[in-house]
């Protein structure tokens, strides 16, 4: 089971790109709270989380995606979501996290 990219990198925009993977559970979260948090010391000011794979979102991984959101705010780095399925999208509205996030 691929929960996350090591493709992950800083672009030259200081932007980097985080693969959330096909289930965003406790331990894929915790996967892309550590690569975030890594990006962030790096001096990364734009996040990009891809969820181009990934099917579903627990509560658990909701959870943590708001931490990692805090914590680029406490950065000061912008946080996106890409390639979000709808339904994912819907469950992200629904619970708030769109008012944090930009969704592409």
Not at 13 to 41: F, H, P, T, W
Not at 54 to 74: C, F, K, R, Y
């Amino acid at each position: 089971m691929k929960t996350t990219s090591t493709n992950a990198g800083i672009l030259p925009s200081r932007q980097a790109v985080v693969y959330a993977g096909d289930y965003l559970n406790k331990l894929a979260g915790e996967q892309i709270e550590r690569e975030c948090r890594i990006r962030l010391q790096e001096g990364c000011d734009e996040l990009v989380v891809n969820f181009s794979q990934t099917e579903l979102v627990n509560s658990i991984g909701v959870s943590i995606l708001l931490g990692i959101i805090d914590s680029a705010s406490n950065k000061g780095a912008k946080i996106v979501f890409s390639d979000v399925k709808q339904e994912t999208a819907e469950l992200f509205d629904i619970l708030g996290v769109t008012k944090h996030v930009d969704i592409q």
